[in-house]
Protein backbone atom coordinates (compact mmCIF):
# COMPACT_ATOMS: atom_id res chain seq x y z
CA UNK A 1 0.00 0.00 0.00
CA UNK A 2 1.41 3.42 -0.94
CA UNK A 3 0.12 6.30 1.05
CA UNK A 4 0.49 9.72 0.39
CA UNK A 5 -1.72 13.13 1.65
CA UNK A 6 -1.80 16.02 -0.91
CA UNK A 7 -3.29 19.09 0.50
CA UNK A 8 -5.12 17.23 3.21
CA UNK A 9 -6.04 14.43 0.54
CA UNK A 10 -5.41 11.16 1.73
CA UNK A 11 -4.08 8.89 -1.01
CA UNK A 12 -4.06 5.09 -0.78
CA UNK A 13 -3.17 2.74 -3.13
CA UNK A 14 -4.00 -1.29 -2.39
CA UNK A 15 -1.84 -3.20 -5.35
CA UNK A 16 -1.83 -6.66 -6.60
CA UNK A 17 0.37 -9.40 -4.75
CA UNK A 18 2.00 -6.72 -2.38
CA UNK A 19 2.74 -7.07 1.45
CA UNK A 20 3.68 -3.80 2.85
CA UNK A 21 2.61 -2.11 5.83
CA UNK A 22 2.28 2.10 5.89
CA UNK A 23 0.79 3.98 8.85
CA UNK A 24 -1.57 6.73 8.03
CA UNK A 25 -1.74 10.10 9.51
CA UNK A 26 -4.00 9.73 12.30
CA UNK A 27 -4.35 5.87 12.13
CA UNK A 28 -3.57 3.90 15.10
CA UNK A 29 -1.65 1.28 13.86
CA UNK A 30 -0.20 0.54 10.62
CA UNK A 31 -2.24 -1.41 7.32
CA UNK A 32 -1.12 -4.63 6.28
CA UNK A 33 -2.01 -5.35 2.90
CA UNK A 34 -1.95 -8.96 1.65
CA UNK A 35 -4.31 -8.63 -1.27
CA UNK A 36 -5.16 -10.22 -5.03
CA UNK A 37 -6.70 -6.20 -5.85
CA UNK A 38 -5.64 -3.09 -7.41
CA UNK A 39 -7.63 -0.09 -5.48
CA UNK A 40 -6.83 3.45 -5.23
CA UNK A 41 -8.72 4.75 -2.30
CA UNK A 42 -8.93 8.65 -2.19
CA UNK A 43 -10.23 10.28 1.08
CA UNK A 44 -9.45 13.31 2.98
CA UNK A 45 -10.03 11.93 6.11
CA UNK A 46 -8.26 9.01 7.11
CA UNK A 47 -10.61 7.03 9.14
CA UNK A 48 -12.24 6.63 5.92
CA UNK A 49 -9.09 5.42 4.07
CA UNK A 50 -8.56 3.18 6.75
CA UNK A 51 -11.76 1.76 6.75
CA UNK A 52 -12.22 1.85 2.70
CA UNK A 53 -8.26 -0.54 2.96
CA UNK A 54 -10.37 -2.85 5.59
CA UNK A 55 -13.08 -3.62 3.44
CA UNK A 56 -11.27 -4.76 0.25
CA UNK A 57 -8.87 -6.31 2.45
CA UNK A 58 -11.92 -8.31 3.87
CA UNK A 59 -12.85 -9.13 0.45
CA UNK A 60 -9.27 -10.94 -0.50
CA UNK A 61 -9.81 -12.83 2.54
CA UNK A 62 -13.47 -13.79 1.76
CA UNK A 63 -12.62 -14.52 -1.82
CA UNK A 64 -9.51 -16.95 -1.14
CA UNK A 65 -11.79 -18.63 1.33
CA UNK A 66 -14.63 -18.73 -0.85
CA UNK A 67 -13.74 -18.67 -4.52
CA UNK A 68 -17.35 -19.61 -5.51
CA UNK A 69 -19.44 -17.27 -5.17
CA UNK A 70 -23.11 -17.57 -6.14
CA UNK A 71 -24.37 -17.05 -9.70
CA UNK A 72 -27.56 -15.33 -8.74
CA UNK A 73 -28.64 -12.70 -7.56
CA UNK A 74 -30.34 -13.78 -4.89
CA UNK A 75 -28.34 -15.95 -3.02
CA UNK A 76 -25.57 -13.68 -3.44
CA UNK A 77 -27.85 -11.25 -1.47
CA UNK A 78 -28.73 -13.80 1.07
CA UNK A 79 -24.62 -14.41 1.70
CA UNK A 80 -24.62 -10.20 2.62
CA UNK A 81 -27.56 -10.76 4.45
CA UNK A 82 -26.54 -13.48 6.28
CA UNK A 83 -23.23 -11.34 7.23
CA UNK A 84 -25.20 -8.39 7.96
CA UNK A 85 -27.43 -10.44 10.50
CA UNK A 86 -24.20 -11.80 12.24
CA UNK A 87 -23.07 -7.45 12.36
CA UNK A 88 -27.05 -7.13 14.44
CA UNK A 89 -25.80 -10.19 16.77
CA UNK A 90 -22.51 -8.65 17.44
CA UNK A 91 -24.43 -5.08 17.67
CA UNK A 92 -26.75 -6.60 20.69
CA UNK A 93 -24.13 -8.90 22.10
CA UNK A 94 -22.08 -5.40 22.56
CA UNK A 95 -25.25 -3.67 24.23
CA UNK A 96 -26.78 -6.27 26.11
CA UNK A 97 -23.76 -9.05 26.98
CA UNK A 98 -20.39 -8.95 27.21
CA UNK A 99 -19.24 -8.38 23.38
CA UNK A 100 -16.40 -6.51 22.13
CA UNK A 101 -16.63 -3.18 19.73
CA UNK A 102 -13.45 -5.37 17.79
CA UNK A 103 -16.17 -8.26 16.91
CA UNK A 104 -19.03 -5.55 15.37
CA UNK A 105 -16.31 -4.03 13.26
CA UNK A 106 -15.03 -7.82 11.94
CA UNK A 107 -18.62 -8.38 10.99
CA UNK A 108 -19.86 -5.04 9.67
CA UNK A 109 -16.37 -5.63 7.51
CA UNK A 110 -16.99 -8.79 6.58
CA UNK A 111 -20.81 -7.00 5.66
CA UNK A 112 -19.03 -4.15 3.41
CA UNK A 113 -16.98 -6.72 1.67
CA UNK A 114 -20.09 -8.67 0.82
CA UNK A 115 -21.81 -5.84 -0.51
CA UNK A 116 -19.00 -5.11 -2.74
CA UNK A 117 -18.68 -8.93 -3.86
CA UNK A 118 -22.44 -8.74 -5.19
CA UNK A 119 -22.03 -5.17 -6.63
CA UNK A 120 -18.78 -6.76 -8.53
CA UNK A 121 -20.66 -9.09 -9.75
CA UNK A 122 -23.63 -7.27 -11.20
CA UNK A 123 -21.17 -5.01 -13.29
CA UNK A 124 -19.85 -8.52 -14.70
CA UNK A 125 -23.64 -9.14 -16.23
Known amino acids: MVAATTA ?3 VLSYN ?3 ENQQTLAGAATPLSVNATHSVSVHHRNPQEAAISISIF ?3 SKA ?3 LPNFP ?3 IHQVA ?3 EESGEAVRSA ?3 VYEDGSVDDLKKELLQTA ?4 RTLKSLEQK
Do not use: P, T
Not at 113 to 116: D, F, L, S
Open 8 to 10: NLI
Open 16 to 18: NNM
Open 57 to 59: KEL
Open 63 to 65: EAK
Open 71 to 73: DDI
Open 79 to 81: VMA
Open 92 to 94: LQL
Open 113 to 116: AMCV
